[in-house]
């Protein structure tokens, strides 16, 4: 089916960040404003994870020029969890476009648990979007490869590329979430009864398991962030990751869906497309203009670092990101003589 964006040059929406020296000041002041707020708890349901330091705190912002601002433990390595949903789900879009994507994962939220049994159920073995497990797991075995190891390379090397660096597998936490993660391979079993995966489905959810143990920090989230804020570009490498049009269908897909059945909240709150994972990182992004990456451990009942959704939210407001806002036209630059605004 052929659509509107097949048909029509695409315009982009694009603006820009603050001075250099201005957005440097703010990703401190974010730091310092939050990094005494110990609301939350750390994730203990992959064991390995209850061992995190929870006073970790990290802010980063990337912006689309390349500068990236540091502030806090931005070196601190964690396992990127479903973080690294957002990121396979472009690769797979790139490989085989989002029309196929969609009509196999879905684009909607299911106002379920990321890991819900019952929303695979209730929607005949659909897994609706690919932010949550179900939908992950069809999106992992998609992947490219002509077998698992070649299919985990992909994985590896394609987030890396988004990274700017490569990244590494973190074993202990493979391991650990491997031994207890008897409801992923449930849902990956599930797919399968319903014609969904094609796989064998815990090959599947082996390679997304190590995809989730990807060790990444809080200045990759953000460069990774930036290189779909560029149209596909990682602005620090200068290499191009995905297209522009891959960008522009997988922040759709993360403004509904990216921060769970919060999502709406989220984008009530602080109006960035987005992406949480378990271990605390947050990456939010700003099309045209950047992306943020916060790394803190502890979590709200919804699964989302408390401290970073702070953060996240101070910076999309003070650097202008939030992308419903606007400013009236006649307000700012005056109407033209001579023109009238029709009734
Ligand atoms: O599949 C899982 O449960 C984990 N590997 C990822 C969970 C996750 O990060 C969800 N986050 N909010």
Request: with cysteine; glycine share 10%; proline share 4%.
């Amino acid at each position: 089916m052929k659509t509107v964006s097949d048909e029509v040059e695409q315009e982009v929406s694009t603006g820009s960040l603050p001075a250099w020296d201005r957005v440097e000041e703010l990703a401190r002041s974010a730091h310092a404003r939050f990094r005494h707020d110990d609301e939350g708890a750390v994730a203990t349901y992959i064991p390995v994870l209850a061992e995190v330091d929870p006073a970790l705190f990290g802010v980063c912002v990337a912006e689309v020029s390349g500068a990236v601002h540091e502030v806090g433990e931005t070196s601190y390595e964690f396992s990127v969890q479903s973080i690294s949903k957002a990121f396979v789900y472009a690769l797979v879009c790139e490989e085989h476009g989002h029309e196929v994507v969609r009509e196999r994962v879905g684009v909607d939220n299911t106002g379920l648990a990321f890991n819900s049994v019952i929303a695979v159920e209730l929607n005949d073995g659909h897994p609706m979007n690919p932010m949550v497990n179900a939908g992950a797991l069809a999106t992992t075995a998609l992947m490219p490869g002509a077998s698992f190891a070649e299919q985990w390379e992909n994985v590896r090397t394609g987030l890396s590329r988004f990274a700017g660096r490569q990244l590494e597998l973190d074993g202990e936490v493979y391991r650990s979430e491997s031994a207890t993660n008897a409801r992923n391979k449930a849902i990956a079993r599930l797919l399968q009864s319903y014609g969904r995966i094609d796989l064998d489905p815990l090959e599947v959810v082996d390679v997304y398991t190590r995809q989730c143990a990807l060790r990444v920090d809080a200045r990759d989230l953000a460069v990774m962030g930036a290189t779909l804020a560029d149209g596909g570009v990682n602005p620090v490498t200068g290499e191009r990751v995905v297209s522009a049009q891959v960008c522009r269908d997988t922040l759709a897909v993360l403004a509904s869906t990216g921060m769970y059945e919060r999502s709406g909240e989220w984008l009530f709150e602080i109006g960035l497309p987005a992406k949480s994972g378990v271990t605390g990182g947050i990456v939010a992004i700003a099309p045209g203009k950047g992306a943020i990456g916060t790394f803190s451990p502890r979590l709200d009942p919804a699964g989302n670092s408390v401290r970073g959704r702070h953060a996240t939210a101070y910076l999309s407001r003070a650097l202008g990101l939030n992308i419903f806002a606007s400013a009236a036209q006649a307000a700012a630059t005056g109407v033209p003589d001579g023109v009238e605004h029709s009734a």
